[in-house]
């Protein structure tokens, strides 16, 4: 195809790998493909501009086919320097005339660098996926401010910034959360990222997780996902927790809970999945057993206080791809896994396409949403309309072939009142 977009990616070579992988994923994402054929006859995001923040993976690139079907002029950068699929940044400018800003590996400057490149499209909706590219819009990109209808946001820390936002009177536009839809959050946090974080800590180390000690951080949609997978895997599982209701859950789930100060002298495994930060911090390390690995799911790589793991090395090196080696004073050896950034999407491919279908079929709703609603929508956080959840969780069983009933008149009647069957 004629490229007619500026791009920045690693080698345009690799299209071909990438439009291979991007169509597998799509065999498995069977509601984005129904949205993508009614877009192409309706045209909803006709004339509209969006610049995304999103993982490079073959499920955005399906979300990015699907945008521009609906008529968007769409441009994309990465939302994590690590999480880039080269191949399928290629395919996207190469196959699918989409401009892509990713490369995987990029240094911080240029990471920075393509996000501008994606605010430099001045966006009509933005879609994000922790934030960063509302974060330039509201600091330094503040005259485009008035030009923008909504923007989307895909995770839960993207979410808490923005409510930050939002409370400190100071949003610039109306967001829709997709991370609060039903269909998002109980699935891709749970399952996709469950599953996926797994994959990528065994692809990354090759350890055998059963009869390990496997210390999750935050029992959350994601912690719970990723409890219960390795719990399935055979390892013994301990959740570390700060909030009492959720602590209060995984010990009636069958978990051992801890504090961080006991779990991380026993633990073999450790994975953050809190959104906090500094959750393993220098006093747990200095604590650990030799061997003992890390790794974090959480969105942004402070979850472990990685300045204070150097500090406590008096060597390192790099033990296998994606595996860091700190050797302390005393001999004992510490490994972090994917620079402690997000280890599914680092180290593994991100969530299986089959939960991200219903995640990004929400992103698709949510955009055509805001542009019908555009007049009517204040400055706030929205979450996602429960009608676009429920009609996306019906497509799902459908596509799946799973029948369910339906509330018969008499039903709905009797559900609806206070006094029947009294
Ligand atoms: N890896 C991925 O692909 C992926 C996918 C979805 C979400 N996320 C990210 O994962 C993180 C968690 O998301 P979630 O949906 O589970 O959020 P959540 O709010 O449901 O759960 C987070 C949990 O962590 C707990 N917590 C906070 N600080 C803690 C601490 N110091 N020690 C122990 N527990 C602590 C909270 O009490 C809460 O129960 C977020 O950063 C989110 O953006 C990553």
């Not at 330094?140 to 409370?167: C, M, N, P, S, W």
């Amino acid at each position: 195809m004629a490229r007619t977009k500026r791009y920045d990616v690693k080698d345009l070579a690799l299209a071909a790998e990438g439009v291979r992988r991007i169509e597998w994923a799509d065999r498995q994402m069977p509601v984005l493909a129904a949205i993508r054929q009614r877009f192409e006859t309706e045209q909803p995001l006709n004339g509209y501009r969006i610049s995304a923040c999103l993982h490079v993976t073959t499920e955005t690139a399906n979300l990015m086919r699907t945008l521009k079907a609906g008529g968007a002029d769409v441009v994309l950068c990465a939302s994590n320097p690590l999480s880039t699929q080269d191949d399928v940044a290629a395919a996207l400018v190469d196959e699918f005339d989409v401009s892509v800003f990713a490369i995987k590996g990029e240094d911080n400057d240029t990471y920075y660098a393509h996000i501008e490149a994606a605010v430099d499209h001045k966006p009509h909706l933005t879609m994000d996926d922790g934030a960063d590219v509302i974060g330039v819009l509201h600091s330094h990109r503040r005259e485009q401010l008035g030009d923008i209808i909504a923007g989307t946001e895909e995770t839960t820390t993207g979410v808490i910034r923005l409510k930050a936002l939002e409370a400190d009177g100071a949003l610039g536009f109306p967001i829709i959360a997709v991370n609060e839809a039903n269909t998002k959050h109980l699935f891709d946090n749970r399952y996709g990222t469950g599953q996926s974080t797994i994959d990528g800590i065994i692809r990354a180390t090759n350890v055998l997780l059963a009869g390990k000690r496997f210390v999750v951080a935050g029992y959350g949609w994601v912690g719970r996902g990723v409890a219960s997978r390795a719990r399935g895997m055979g390892s013994l599982v301990v959740i570390t927790e700060v909030d009492p209701l959720r602590a209060l859950e995984a010990v009636m789930d069958g978990f051992e809970v801890l504090s961080m100060a006991k779990a991380a002298e026993i633990g073999d495994i450790f994975c953050t999945a809190t959104g906090d930060k500094h959750v393993i911090a220098r006093e747990h390390i200095e604590k650990m057993k030799d061997g003992a690995i890390l790794a974090n799911t959480g969105h942004f790589n402070v979850e472990i206080d990685i300045p204070a793991l150097k500090s406590l090395a008096a060597e390192t090196r790099l033990a296998r791809e994606f595996v860091e080696e700190f050797t302390l004073a005393d001999g004992r050896r510490i490994y972090l896994v994917a620079d402690g950034r997000l280890v599914n999407l680092a180290a593994a491919e991100g969530h299986p396409a089959l939960v991200m279908d219903m995640s990004f079929a929400n992103q698709a709703l949510a955009a055509e949403y805001a542009v019908q609603n555009a007049g009517s929508l204040e400055r706030k956080v929205y979450g996602v309309p429960d009608e676009i959840d429920r009609e996306i969780a019906r497509l799902k069983l459908e596509t799946m072939g799973v029948p369910i009933d339906t509330l018969t008149e008499d039903q709905a009647k009797y559900l609806a009142s206070w006094d029947e069957g009294t």
